[in-house]
């Protein structure tokens, strides 16, 4: 009988774990979601402490561009292929909220929150 009950104990401590990205962040018992601006959630949360602007890579569901260029330009006739490795500007914000709290990161792309993960509690 014992036995029994144990294993909805270990189905529920596993429940609660904090996943690592999360849909919604709660500043300042204030909700940020995604797809908001930057100006919005300096407003609820204030400035995090550490802004990181770095290169990401497009989405992969681009298809890549092709061109045909004039028969003299090649010959043969060939086609280019234009690899579409361009680098879209994507920024970081962290906040550390408190000790206790979990690090946490917004991802921002086009000014626009497109992700909130969590990392390590703060100890």
């Known amino acids: 009988m014992k036995r029994s009950l144990l294993i909805p104990a270990a189905w529920l401590a596993l429940a609660s774990v904090v996943p690592a990205e999360a849909q919604t962040l709660n500043c300042n018992r204030e909700f940020v979601q995604r797809g908001e ?10 400035e995090p402490v550490l802004k990181e602007n770095f290169c990401a890579r497009p989405d992969g569901n681009k298809p890549e561009v092709i061109v045909n260029p004039p028969s003299s330009a090649l010959p043969g006739g060939q086609t ?7 680098c879209d500007q994507a920024e ?3 906040y550390r ?3 206790g709290q979990f690090e946490t990161m917004l991802l921002f792309r086009d000014g626009a929150l497109m992700s909130i993960r969590y990392g390590s509690r703060i100890p």
């Open 37 to 46: 601006s930057k100006f919005t959630i300096l407003q609820k949360c204030g």
């Open 80 to 86: 280019v292929i234009v690899n579409n490795n361009r």
């Open 92 to 94: 970081e914000w962290t």
């Open 97 to 99: 909220p408190g000790s």
